[in-house]
């Protein structure tokens, strides 16, 4: 074929073809018109997974009459000037394009007013050309009716996936966008059937009652960080999904996708949650509009950060200081919080804690200071005696502690594992006599890989002919443990590609878990004395590394309950 210009409405539909990917492409664009419009109100319906019909109705600001058919033209809005205005975009729609791309491959029909105008104005397109316009009576604000979409894209239509597919995308969608902004009310129908519905009254917890359930937002905890930069709410570590689909991330209120957020709030997690397990975040991040690019992707679900690695330490410190904050040992029977209770915790110093934990009260004068992390969060222990040759019976300030000895040593030994790491001043021991280890081929291949991990952890492994390898030094905090299988983990852990940081903690939490006290060993009160005061020196005692809880706790008044001392 020789080159031609495209025409138009060819043009067109390859643009729309990037904005409009699926019915719930749809609802964002026009939810994304109706907040910027600065509507408190916004209905979403829904039918048939938004094939057949989308509508959205706000109670914004409207366009003027005049201007709504200028709306419909590519390039066409009223949010961006000039080429300055691109530096620091704060609508969310900026670039003139979702209208017109919406009404290339469907029939729209808009009607709206402004508080200047006394009648509405509506419009109805099909396949982007106006057929029919007029005046008629209409509350201010917009509402914007898209149906048969795709009608005229068989390709596109083909590609959808099924209706519930398509009415789930919807829903999250929604979803987001209600967590996104507390402050309005958001209501979605699928199919007639009301699916969500928020109170719109500028409180994040109970929008989150109504996109997780209560339980879960009854649980999540707070995140707020001294600068206020982050603010949301993440999951306790002993509430998790098996995907990553329950992580919410918004860059001044943008929903967007992020690889560097999700590993901020994960490694945010590191040592407390089991591999595999996700936790649950929904979290907005302000920054300088001057510092985000968010013109990158032409659905804009991906801005470009400044300094990435700024974001990264900022948004993983403020939900580590959040977890470390409200980690609580775990009562046998625990009353859950009230709703909409404010959990703000980030950065308690010993004694707020104190009284978090043990609900002794706190000493008027308290301040949180929002930075310093809590150095410990057990008090001091009595030790009474072990239990079942696995657990050590101790008494702190308020009730008996049941410790897993096994899970507490192990991480006691995965921090020192980690610091001595972290400084490069891994302690080795010598083998008595080299320890002579058999690799299969495989294990060999990945032996180059796993040579240099190996050695910042202490191992020294040599080849000694054929499939056999001496292991002449061992990290000390291994003490005891098996370092035949040790070794083979750690190789093992090589067969993947996988991200540094969490191969790391891989590495940490296996040499630890051979070198801790297995459960069935008899301990001595010095040794168990020794074992409760480590861990009260560790940063996140109340858990394993993979974890699981290390001690549960039985409060005083829960036993005086109990006994009916009390009631
Ligand atoms: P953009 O949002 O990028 O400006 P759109 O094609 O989505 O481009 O919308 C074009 C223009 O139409 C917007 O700039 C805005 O002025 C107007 N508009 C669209 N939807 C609404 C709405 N719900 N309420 C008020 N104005 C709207
Ligand atoms: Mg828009």
């Given at each position: ?41 916004i209905?979403i319906?829904?039918?048939?997974g ?10 914004g ?30 609508t ?10 919406i009404a ?74 209600s ?116 013109n ?20 993983q ?9 409200e ?33 002794e009260?706190?000493p ?5 200071p ?25 008494e ?16 006691i030994?995965?921090?020192?594992v980690?610091?001595?790491?972290a ?10 006599e ?31 002919g ?26 093992d ?7 540094r ?16 006290v ?5 301990l001595n ?20 590394p ?18 009916g001392?009390?009631?």
């Amino acid at each position: 074929m020789p080159i031609e210009v495209l025409a138009p409405d060819v043009v067109a539909k390859i643009a729309a073809g990037e904005v409009v990917e699926r019915p719930a492409s749809v609802v964002k664009e026009l939810v994304e018109n109706a907040i910027d419009a600065g509507s408190k109100q916004i209905r979403i319906e829904a039918s048939h997974g938004g094939i057949k019909l989308i509508r959205v109705i706000d109670n914004g600001l409207g366009i003027s009459s005049g201007e709504v058919a200028l709306a419909f033209e590519r390039h066409a809005t009223s949010k961006v000037r000039g080429t300055a205005d691109l530096e620091s975009i704060s609508t969310l729609g900026f670039r003139g394009e979702a209208l017109p791309s919406i009404a290339a491959v469907s029939q729209v029909n808009i009607t709206t007013r402004t508080s200047k105008d006394s009648t509405g104005t509506y419009l109805n397109l099909q396949g982007g050309k106006v057929i029919e316009r007029g005046q008629k009576a209409s509350p201010q604000g917009t509402s914007v009716t898209v149906q048969n979409l795709f009608q005229n894209v068989p390709a596109r239509l083909k590609f959808l996936k099924s209706i519930p597919t398509e009415s789930a995308h919807i829903s999250d969608l929604v979803s987001q966008y209600s967590l996104a902004y507390p402050e309005i009310r958001f209501e979605l129908a699928v199919d007639s059937k009301t699916v969500l519905q928020t109170p719109g009254n500028g409180n994040l917890r109970d929008v989150l009652v109504e996109v997780y359930g209560l339980k879960t937002a009854e649980a999540m905890i707070e995140v707020v960080d001294s600068g206020s930069q982050v603010y949301g709410f993440v999951s306790p570590p002993s509430l998790t999904r098996s995907r990553r689909d329950s992580l919410s991330f918004f860059v001044n209120r943008r929903w967007v996708k992020s690889g560097l957020l999700t590993r901020a709030t994960e490694e945010a997690y590191s040592g407390l949650l089991m591999t595999g397990k996700h936790p649950i975040a929904v979290l907005n991040i302000s920054i300088p509009l001057s510092d985000i690019d968010v013109n990158v992707h032409p659905a804009k679900t991906e801005v470009r950060f400044r300094s990435e690695g700024e974001v990264f330490t900022l948004v993983q410190r403020a939900v580590r200081a959040a977890l470390v904050a409200e980690a609580s040992v775990p009562d046998t029977k625990r009353a859950p919080r009230p709703i909409g209770l404010s959990t703000a915790t980030a950065g308690l110093d010993r004694t707020a804690m104190q009284e978090r934990l043990f609900n002794e009260p706190a000493p008027a004068q308290v301040q949180h200071p929002h930075k310093v992390l809590p150095e410990s969060r057990l008090p001091i222990l009595r030790i009474i005696g072990q239990l079942a040759v696995t657990y050590i019976v101790a008494e702190g300030p308020d009730g008996m502690y049941l410790i897993d000895q096994h899970a507490a040593h192990e991480r006691i030994l995965f921090e020192q594992v980690m610091a001595q790491r972290a400084r490069c001043a891994v302690e080795v021991q010598g083998t008595l006599e080299p320890v002579t280890i058999e690799l299969s081929p495989r294990q060999e291949s990945m032996l180059n890989r796993a040579q240099e991990a190996l050695k910042s952890y202490g191992f020294a492994v040599e080849p000694f002919g054929g499939k056999t390898y001496l292991v002449r030094a061992a990290p000390a905090l291994l003490g005891e443990g098996d370092i035949i299988r040790v070794v083979h983990e750690i190789i093992d852990m090589f067969s993947e590609e996988g991200d540094r940081a969490k191969g790391d903690e891989e590495i940490a939490a296996t040499i630890a878990c051979h070198g801790a006290v297995r459960a069935g060993k008899v301990l001595n009160v010095e040794e168990m004395v020794r074992l409760v005061r480590d861990l009260e020196k560790a940063e996140s005692p109340l858990t394993c590394p993979h974890g699981r809880p290390s001690m549960i706790r039985f409060s005083s008044s829960q036993l005086e309950r109990d006994f009916g001392r009390s009631s």
